[in-house]
């Protein structure tokens, strides 16, 4: 399995991903899933990607194979708004359905796939999408400025209660790696390294990508220090009062 | 949907349900899902049950219609273990398996069913099981000391932070309903009101069995300061050092 969040801020962009790949429990790697289109100064585009890892891949290549192409197709470094990029991966991964949807049922495998793709492209504000398997896709807003894929319910509620719009970068990306370190503690195919990426609105480039692994400083810290600090608000809470006390 | 949680500690039982059922979105309803056995001084057994409706009806009718039986078969009052209770159950589920699943299945419903069954009868001590719609079964260990089924993943972290066989009765029924708090929070398939049932090692009997709804003032002392203090340990936490702050 995989865990992907991006959260759309006023202040820019979060994404983070995890890196573990797995087929059954007994073939486990590591492969990136966070992909990053830059024109600094001009655009810049976060694509994040759950599912089964050959059809991400595919769809991955497609979209770079595009954007050498000489067709005056749309491509993710030629389109004017982020709307048309998130049809550009919608309508990449409708191809790569195309391509390799029947033969996977033969042998009864799903066409399993779902996206996150967030950026900003010069002339609009940072815009956030999810973009589902069928090519379809929703965008983020407001009231709901995140988007989950893969093993998303373990690390929701934290995101629920403290990610708004007008949260700072460093805020949400101290969220997005709390709400990935409960997720880790309780789903073994979700694993370091991590990929966080943020991206400053009207920078225009990306502001930092750090590769996270078991040695990085800040996540030991927010590992041991967000559980110790759950246990502390877990025993100022008072007990019920309803247990009989004889 | 369905979120239940039960937890055997050295102190005893904590078993929590909530009460939603659902047919899609618009046919919601509620219908309790805690079932409890009792012969005072001799045993304390609980059920709680998570899948289609239907089938767990059932598989409680089935129990209760056994404990009047006079044929001499096993049923939950007059089994001399909590191991032959889990099999009861196991036995009773493969009943109403025999009896509709093939009926389900023409129509493409699954035969989803799972239970936590707790408990102490004289003799032994206090003991939890996870069973299956196979009928098969699991126990709780020292290690792993919870069982939970429904909607499992949003309240699971808290729990694998806070709740060990030392834990108290306190301890874990407010862990139980901060866990159920953050599944209410982020799924809509889980809600009020919630059963609560205590049972404290060698009473053999119910400690305490709360019913709690919107206005108990404990839970929602619970809603609002856990979510409080989630944010207060958030703000305290250090920021990411590595944003360049440009």
């Known amino acids: ?56 891949q595919c769809l991955v290549n497609i979209l770079r194979e595009a954007l050498s192409s000489e067709t005056g197709e749309p491509n993710l470094y030629n389109v004017s708004n982020m709307f048309e990029a998130a049809r550009c991966v919608g309508e990449a991964v409708r191809e790569v359905h ?27 504000q940072p815009r956030l999408f999810s973009v589902y398997a069928a090519g379809n896709f929703i965008e983020a807003t407001p009231d709901t400025p995140y988007f989950q894929i893969g093993e998303s319910k373990y690390g929701k509620p934290i995101i629920d209660r403290v990610v708004h719009r007008d949260s700072t970068l460093d805020e949400a990306a101290k969220c997005a790696l709390i709400s990935m370190d409960s997720t880790i503690r309780s789903n073994l195919s979700v694993g370091l390294p991590l990929d966080l990426v943020c991206v400053r609105t009207d920078d225009l480039h990306v502001l930092s990508h750090e590769s996270i692994d078991a040695d990085n400083g800040y996540f030991r810290m927010i590992r041991s220090r967000w559980g110790e600090s759950l246990r502390e608000a877990f025993a100022e809470l008072p007990d019920p009062d309803w247990l009989p006390r004889n």
């Not at 890196?19 to 790697?29: E, F, M």
């Not at 024109?39 to 050959?54: C, Q, S």
């Not at 195309?98 to 609009?124: H, N, P, T, Y």
């Open 1 to 56: 399995m995989t865990y992907c969040v991006g959260m759309l801020l006023d202040a820019g962009l979060v994404c983070l991903s995890d890196s573990r790949t797995n087929a059954g429990v007994d073939h486990i790697n590591t492969f990136r899933k966070m992909h990053v289109f830059e024109k600094t100064g001009e655009r810049v585009i976060v694509l994040m990607t759950a599912g089964n890892l050959a059809i991400t």
């Open 98 to 124: 195309k391509r390799d949807a029947s033969a996977l049922k033969e042998f009864s495998i799903d066409f399993s796939a779902s996206f996150i793709l967030g950026g900003q492209i010069r002339g609009e």
